[in-house]
């Protein structure tokens, strides 16, 4: 099947240009002037007046994940299909290992859910939940198999929390491998004091979880995780970053030249704590974690966007219902599931940056879709249109407008956090290897069409 995408602005994190795309099979042949190449095509897109860009890459989702004593709603199968309409055609997820339980346990179960499922391609980060002897045996086979990537936590104390000998025990074994290490950075042992604290005043809206989740306690925990990397000799990327303060310990790392990387996500940009106060239980609908922040966060994290101490937007994709599923918090904040979805409106909210002038065309793209695929062991495979890469295409239209409802969202959750917001630009084809799975508004594409990637390590260390 040779596809040729016709005449569009093709951006890369590297340039812009008005060129056909030529695809075989499932890759990229050829970027090239338009009409400058004859090629034979079965399937001729017009991509005339749109930006053609890569598939989007979402390094941070939880499809069916168990957590706060329900599941996250988007299975594999719903999640990867709102994803590929969102113009996302790679995710990572995250398998866990249970307390007591082995890593290949945890990773054996996801790939379970996900085989036969994604419409778009998955790869797998994995969540270290017991840090002992034998899991820090087990990471070197994971690496060995493109599970490349580990999660810590430093909150959720009797969940899924390590302590600072287990991180470091962690780190080192990540130096050792060439695994990176992704970091939850908020100090859940103070933040559990808080809570109960709130608690014990009455004070049990969803607002209070953004009060008791202090920016001072991302920052500390952003602090004490740069050291222990450094004390370990080992990368470390820190994920969904919302603290302005915790953002300068990461830049402070970065100017001092470590290896020290760091996402945010479209909820801290878009969103804040004036969410999480809506009136009623409306607040429950924005309860994640890092929480949300006041609004003059946002600035910092676009400016950091900018300069690069952010380096990746991912989702955290954790969709739960407000119906039954957030509702488990009402009269308790702290009983609200903890997740917020996302997978699908990412490259929308981030292209409202660049309509807004915050950031550039080329860094949206560098973003979204080519850093974090180097950043995990991706590239050039994803996140990028050249010769030899997936044909994981976009075509964009820049101009449309669109709003954002629950009511047109593919996602299987009943709200948009963004519901009746109004934003520019919008996907209009969406190729996945090759194959149109997503064609102005008709969706073609298939559960078991998406394969699951064995991710070589971060390629900013190699
Ligand atoms: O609130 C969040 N972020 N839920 C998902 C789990 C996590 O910590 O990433
Ligand atoms: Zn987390
Ligand atoms: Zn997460």
Redesign the pocket.
Known sequence: MRTIVRGGTVVTAAEEVVADVLVDGERVVGVVSPGAVPFVADTEIDATGRLVVPGGVDAHTHMEMPFGGTFSADTFETGTRAAAWGGTTTIIDFPIQSRGGSLREGLDAWHAKAAGKCAIDYGFHMILADVDDSSLKEMEALVGEGVTSF?L?M?YPGVFYSDDGRILRAMQKAAETGGLIMM?AENGIAIDVLVEQALARGQTDPRYHGDVRHALLEAEATHRAIQLSRVAGAPLYV??LSARQALDQVAAAREAGDNVFAETCPQYLFLSTDDLARPGFEGAKYVC??PLRPAEHQAALWRGLRNDDLSVIST?HCPFCFKGQKEMGLGDFSKIPNGMPGVETRMDLLHQGVVEGRISRRRWIELACATPARMFGLHPRKGTIAPGSDADIVVYDPTAQQTHSAATHHMAVDYSAYEGRTTTGRVDTVLSRGRVIVDRGEYLGSAGHGSFLARDTCGYLR
């Open positions: 999660k936590f909150a939850h994920v969904h974690s890092t955290d």
